[in-house]
Nanobody, 126 residues
Framework: QVQLVESGGGLVQAGGSLRLSCAAS????????MAWFQQAPGKERDIVAA????????YYADSLKGRFTISRDNAENTVYLQMNNLKPEDTAVYYC???????????????????WGKGTLVTVSS
């Protein structure tokens, strides 16, 4: 089992920034690719960004490239999501996720995720 606990969400004005953190415990953190998903009310859970086990490969949803940055610290068992120039449409619950898949296709779709955090709410006001 891997336990994932997100933090850093909150209320921010449009144009502001937030940094989400996800602390992992349980099995070896570096054995998992990590990802962030977002789910707005009434919508599906969509990929935001993902990062490979060693941090050398990243993936971003096209609509978020240039504003969001994913990173990880395997020594601290933590993955981060830096969110800049936030927009009201970024309002959602953000979930941290872990995938044992060795293929990127397994990191970026909910069906490839082995473990989920409980989520942290990000609200962007206009």
């Amino acid at each position: 089992q891997v336990q994932l606990v997100e933090s850093g969400g909150g209320l921010v004005q449009a144009g502001g920034s937030l940094r989400l953190s996800c602390a992992a415990s349980g099995r070896t953190f570096s054995n998992y690719a990590m990802a962030w998903f977002q789910q707005a009310p009434g919508k599906e859970r969509d990929i935001v960004a993902a990062i490979s086990r060693n941090g050398n490969t990243t993936y971003y949803a096209d609509s978020l490239k240039g504003r969001f940055t994913i990173s990880r610290d395997n020594a601290e068992n933590t993955v981060y999501l830096q969110m800049n120039n936030l927009k009201p449409e970024d309002t959602a619950v953000y979930y941290c996720a872990a995938s044992s898949s060795e293929r990127r296709a397994g990191w970026v779709h909910p069906s490839g995720i082995n473990y989920w955090g409980k989520g942290t709410l990000v609200t962007v006001s206009s």
